[in-house]
């Protein structure tokens, strides 16, 4: 019995040890992201999403659906419609402190890239980083980049 006892305790502090040392890990990574970072890792979410010029290989990435703009249609036939929608590279940025949030804004190709120097508020679509629980998604609002910072 007192072998059972002493052995339990042991697993108890490991358990223990355990569960804090990943609470620590976590806080770590609950730091603010930085803005280059959050823009690479936007880039990179449209580019495996499909909605860059580049290809989408599904065996290998799990897309990321939206409820308002992929209902009911197959893998193919999202991609197909997202294919070359928005221009690969981040034009514009803002961050949220009250829901630790970051924006980052695409551009839509149909709008000429030597026309967005006069342009307010370009058409396009926005990607969510939520930096406490390192979440990336599509903003399903339509964005207002006059307010943004530009890139």
């Avoid at 193919?76 to 924006?103: D, G, T």
Wanted: with cysteine.
């Amino acid at each position: 019995m007192y072998y059972m006892v002493n052995d339990m305790k042991t697993v108890l502090v490991i358990v223990v040890c355990l569960l804090l040392g990943n609470s620590f890990v976590l806080l770590g990574q609950n730091k603010i992201a930085n803005e280059e970072e959050v823009i690479r890792l936007a880039e990179d979410f449209i580019k495996r999403n499909g909605f860059t010029d580049s290809p989408v290989d599904t065996s290998k990435v799990k897309l990321s659906y939206e409820l308002v703009y992929d209902e009911f249609q197959s893998t193919s036939e999202i991609i197909k419609k997202r294919h070359n929608s928005l221009y690969p590279q981040a034009f514009y940025i803002v961050y949220k402190p009250e829901w630790k949030k970051w924006m980052v804004g695409f551009v839509y190709t149909t709008v000429k890239k030597e026309e967005l120097d006069t342009m307010k508020n370009p058409e396009g679509r926005a990607v969510d980083y939520y930096e406490d629980i390192h979440l990336l998604k599509m903003e399903h609002k339509t964005p207002e980049f006059s307010f943004w910072k530009k890139l």
